[in-house]
């Protein structure tokens, strides 16, 4: 039964239900073909050539600075441009400055995360020296987190330009 706040049937036992239930039988639709993988290519031949060492280079040199694979640049070269639409988005093929730029920011991170287990040590360190009476310790330990401290402030707008050069947001 149905009332104004609950506007939903209440549903019938489960003794009224049938035993089978019979369904229509399906028109006669065949199946699709599984497709999946390699057989959803378009291009399904593999073309093969040698190069030495420096024709290799120049090779991928030419297609990296064309901002494509090195299949599609030499589909370019000779039969020239693909005018069928990409089924998806291409690979961005990254630019020297960027690889570059990304390994610089790899390692930046890298003696960030040494500077902060150094401060953490460091802190760590005037603990126990505050509570075991050790002057001399603590001021070791304030003098490293202080050079950390400093560090990590010299290295701040180095960061800043990387992410800036990347194109990266740096309002953190």
Do not use: W
């Amino acid at each position: 039964m149905t009332d104004a706040l609950n506007p939903y049937p209440e549903p019938r036992p489960a003794s009224e239900a049938p035993e089978v239930t019979h369904l229509p039988q399906p028109g006669d639709i065949p199946p699709a073909a599984a497709r999946h993988g390699s057989n959803k290519r378009r291009r399904a031949h593999l073309e093969k050539f040698r190069t030495d060492d420096n024709e290799h280079t120049e090779l991928a040199r030419r297609a990296r600075d064309a901002g494509l694979s090195v299949g599609a640049y030499i589909r370019h070269c000779t039969i020239g441009p693909d005018t069928t639409p990409p089924r998806r988005r291409p690979r961005r093929i990254p630019t020297l400055e960027t690889e570059a730029l990304m390994k610089a920011l790899v390692a930046f991170n890298r003696a960030l995360n040494n500077l902060n287990q150094t401060a953490k040590t460091g802190n760590t360190m005037i603990l126990l020296a505050d509570e075991y009476g050790a002057a001399r310790l603590a001021e070791t330990g304030s003098d490293i987190v202080r050079a950390v401290d400093d560090l990590r402030a010299e290295l701040a707008p180095v960061l800043a330009a990387i992410l800036a050069a990347l194109g990266h947001d740096t309002g953190r």
